[in-house]
């Protein structure tokens, strides 16, 4: 396995284990219905875009883009 792949198992790993203590639930719950799931998933995409829009807001033009292409 290489580095990369351990990494951001580790970092699940961590991840579960602290929402776990704080949430007192595991993704193994049982409690949600589909719509709320989806719902839960649709908060985390939201929360992704905010930290995307602040980075971008942050380092703008300096921003790598390995594309080439513009905005």
Do not use: C
Request: zero cysteines; aromatic letters at 10%.
């Amino acid at each position: 396995m290489d580095s990369i792949v351990t990494s951001v198992i580790e970092q699940f790993t961590k991840r579960s284990e602290f929402g776990e203590k704080k949430y007192g639930v595991n993704m193994d719950r049982e409690d949600l219905n589909f719509g709320e799931w989806v719902t839960h998933m649709k908060e985390e995409l939201m929360d992704a875009i905010l930290y995307l829009e602040k980075l971008e807001k942050l380092y703008g033009e300096e921003a790598p883009n390995i594309k080439g292409d513009t905005k």
